[in-house]
Every structure is written in structure tokens, then in C-alpha cells.
């Protein structure tokens, strides 16, 4: 029971990091299958019928770059 209370918790944090960390991405996946999707990340396998839109890896990837290039520009600044 703990363990399982744990593991659910761990979930709801990681989704909390990813909002925060990469909201491209979160914006991408809502448009896709929703935002009430984002509370069990489980459901991220709701994502697996866009696996072949080339579109949607297309989005995918200028998503990537963005969040790439934010953090590269923030660790650079942070290093000055």
C-alpha cells in the first residue's frame, strides 16, 4: 500500500517537473490527448497513435530544439 501511495506521488511530481521544466511539451501533449491526460502519466500512452504523424513529430522536434536551446542559453548565463 505505501509503495504504491509512493509510486502515485512520484508520478504526480514528475509531471510537475515536466510542466515546469518543458511547457512546449506539456502544450504539445494536451493539444493531442488533453490536459486531464497530464494527472497519471500512464496515460501518456494515449500519445503512441501520433508515433507515424509526421506532423506530429515534426512538432515534437521544434519542441525539443526550443527547450534545448532555453536550457543551453540558461546554463550558459548561469556559468558566466
Do not use: C, Y
Amino acid at each position: 500500500m505505501a509503495g504504491e501511495i509512493l509510486q502515485r506521488h512520484e508520478w504526480r511530481d514528475t509531471a510537475s517537473f515536466v510542466a515546469l521544466a518543458n511547457p512546449g511539451l506539456i502544450e504539445l501533449i494536451t493539444r493531442k490527448i488533453g490536459e486531464s491526460r497530464l494527472k497519471d502519466l500512464n496515460q501518456l500512452w494515449d500519445l503512441e497513435p501520433f508515433a507515424d504523424d509526421a506532423q506530429f513529430q515534426e512538432e515534437w522536434g521544434e519542441v525539443k530544439l526550443t527547450t534545448s536551446v532555453a536550457w543551453l542559453n540558461l546554463l550558459s548565463r548561469a556559468l558566466e
